[in-house]
């Protein structure tokens, strides 16, 4: 993901509104967003047609009322994002990050044989 559409934390959370809700107007979005905190509608405008001048959602404008859904998957997203805060927060080591959260927060038993069988099949395909 290029830093020119890597998504600033305003404009992660309205794409996390478009993976939960789906294809939504400006009006929709803005609506969400002022039931955590108040957002001007043409705030919310602008920072949606910036997304889409980088590429971050897609527009349609078939109709008088723009629709904006996102332009990836939030799984894709997630991933690209991942990969950027590893390689400018720990040189790169997913391992270094990997102890870091491990070392700082509570893991779930589920957390742990999720953890375990990953690293099983990192172990196959090493092999």
Excluded: C
Aim: charged letters at 30%; proline letters at 1%.
């Amino acid at each position: 993901m290029k830093k020119k559409n890597t998504p600033t934390e305003s404009e992660l959370e309205i794409l996390q509104i478009l993976w939960q809700n789906g294809s939504s107007s400006v009006r929709e979005v803005n609506d969400i967003l002022n039931t955590e905190r108040e957002v001007g509608y043409t705030t919310t405008l602008k920072i949606m047609q910036i997304m889409n001048d980088k590429g971050l959602v897609v527009r349609d404008t078939s109709s008088r009322t723009h629709i904006y859904k996102a332009a990836a998957t939030e799984d894709d997203t997630q991933i690209k994002l991942l990969v950027i805060f590893i390689e400018k927060t720990y040189r790169g080591s997913a391992m270094r990050m990997i102890m870091h959260a491990l070392g700082h927060q509570e893991a779930s038993g589920k957390e742990i044989e999720e953890l375990k069988k990953i690293i099983d099949q990192l172990e196959k395909n090493n092999k």
